[in-house]
């Protein structure tokens, strides 16, 4: 019998600029995998980053996807379970899942010292290869799908990778309980920072972002203080807020460069920790001094681990974390060059938070 191999709609990624909306084959299903029909999918800064720069030449191969380009786009998905491989048990046809988009190789020496988020062979479904989100239908290994109970809203469990981020940079953070958050730039990422701040037991919470919108959603989502730092000195804000002393945890979630990254290290206490979540593009020039005579710590939160995601769905279904705020807008597949990463690029820069897309 002769096999007919259906197509769907993807968004998959050409070069700089030229992303283009296409009908490819339907993904088949291996063993030890699931097959996921995408509900929603996010667009996120790094999809925006790709668009832009297309850092991923066509012609290389990942050594974990073994697939060369063009790759369809999104790593932010959920959708609901179409087909099971025989012997998968933890997943079953009609589940909605969340897909964690990260691979590791287990074998290279970042995975043998236990930072699986940083194996020197990552990869993503969505940037490197085996499909991604902005299409109808994706095969990811069950251990990568994470079942949420029934009924349970797929617009909110496309959210969970972007939170995900947030949660892996605060647990790394290892903030006092009655400690201090600054969280700089409050676009997606820092707002989910906000929400994992306060899922972790973390109240003391101040946010510097200049865009109306997001500061009104800052607050919402659970910051206590919300400084525009076009009007107000960041830096002299926290130390008004914190009796002098600063933030014990800064967070830069915004990537615009020495403006935001600065006030993020001058604002810290003693010792003090600053993260860095954002892309930056370029050379960011800082004052070193700092952590010579305050010991204070500069350090980057990248991706998360499978615990953490695991962490972050448990979060959103007993309620500790309800994201429902960042969405903005939500578009169609067909529409999401147009509405959603060429708007995002441009004047929906400062007002959208999180574009959901839905393929059907
Ligand atoms: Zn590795």
Redesign the pocket.
């Known amino acids: 019998m002769r096999k007919v191999v259906t197509s769907m709609l993807a968004l998959r990624l050409y070069r700089e600029h030229d992303a283009r909306l296409e009908e490819v084959p339907e993904p088949e299903l291996r063993p030890g995998a699931v097959k996921v029909k995408v509900a929603w999918a996010g667009i996120c800064g790094s999809d925006l980053s790709l668009f832009e720069t297309a850092p991923v030449p066509l012609d290389y191969s990942n050594p974990i996807m073994q697939e060369t380009g063009p790759h369809t786009l999104g790593h932010e998905f959920s959708g609901y379970v179409t087909e099971v491989a025989e012997g998968v048990t933890t997943v079953q046809v009609g589940d909605l899942v969340a897909v964690r988009p990260n691979f590791?190789?287990?074998?290279?020496?970042?995975?043998?010292a236990g930072h699986?988020n940083?194996?020197?062979?990552?990869a993503f479904i969505g940037i490197n290869g085996w499909g991604g989100g902005f299409s109808e239908s994706v095969v990811v290994p069950a251990d990568h799908a994470y079942v949420l109970p029934p009924g349970f809203n797929a617009q909110i469990a496309a959210l969970i990778e972007p939170l995900t981020v947030a949660w892996h940079a605060v647990k790394l953070a290892e903030i006092p309980k009655d400690g201090t958050a600054l969280v700089v730039g409050a676009g997606p990422i820092g707002l989910s920072t906000v929400l994992a701040l306060r899922a972790q037991g973390i109240s003391k919470i101040i946010v510097s972002e200049p865009s109306e919108a997001r500061k009104k959603l800052a607050a919402e989502v659970g910051a206590d203080l919300v400084i525009d730092p076009r009007e107000t000195d960041v830096v002299a804000a926290v130390r008004d807020a914190t009796g002098g002393r600063g933030a014990d945890v800064s967070f830069e979630a915004s990537g615009i460069g020495k403006a935001t990254l600065q006030p993020a290290i001058d604002a810290l206490c003693t010792a003090g920790r600053a993260v860095i979540l954002a892309s930056f593009h370029g050379d960011v020039p800082t004052d070193v001094m700092p952590f010579l005579t305050k010991e204070k710590v500069l350090t980057g939160s990248f991706a998360y681990t499978a615990q953490d995601f695991s962490d972050v769905r448990d979060a959103v279904v007993d309620g500790r974390i309800t994201p429902d705020a960042l969405i903005s807008s939500r578009i169609q597949l067909s529409d999401v060059l147009d509405s959603g990463i060429k708007h995002l690029l441009g004047e929906g820069r400062t007002t959208e938070v999180k574009i959901l897309v839905s393929p059907s």
């Open positions: 590791a190789d287990g074998t290279c020496p970042s995975c043998q699986p940083m194996c020197d062979n990552f």
